[in-house]
């Protein structure tokens, strides 16, 4: 057997990539967006060539990890999108999963969202990917439980709402030792639940869309 057969059948073993995106984990965890190919190599107990070969290069193993942790992101808000109870109950919820997702595993969103993103133009189109899929989820609830006929403007709202709560989100990521996570739950959830209401209003609504936005 070559060493090219036992890279390739190494690259192909799904038990071996999930314990080398783990220990990038680890290694991202501790030492930050700037943690090094090296490091992960180490921990890893192999090589940097040979860890790229197991991926392809240095933007596999990246489009790996926005791939991994994107799917655990998305899995968990829409959970919260697809429950049953009130709107604002889900937006609170969706919002405060986000938020807590991202502080929980703050080096991996910083690496990913700035560092690879900023390296790789795959791995920012990934990440890029995974926000517009769940501007284009919201828009689709607004559009099937408000009846709101103008698809356009459910789009548009969607991106809107999902920009505005990664932006936020952003900021917070700096300020979590003086802003608690519900104040910014609360400000988004008070904003997004005031604001689509009124420019519902002026695009003359069902009164369902607007029974939707209102406190149960």
Known sequence: MTASTVTTGSRRDPDRRRALLEAADRVIQREGPEASMASIAAEAGISKPILYRHFGDKSGLYQALAERHTRKLIEGVRTEFSRTDSIRARTRTTIDTYLSTISANLNLYRFLMHRASAEDAATHSAMSTMIRGLSTELAEVMIAEGELADRTRAYVWGHAVIGMVQTAGDWWLDHTDEVPRETVVDSL??????????????????????ELFRDE
């Open 189 to 210: 959830a008070d904003l997004i639940l005031g604001g689509l209401p009124a420019a519902a209003l002026s695009s003359g609504p069902s009164a369902h869309v607007l």
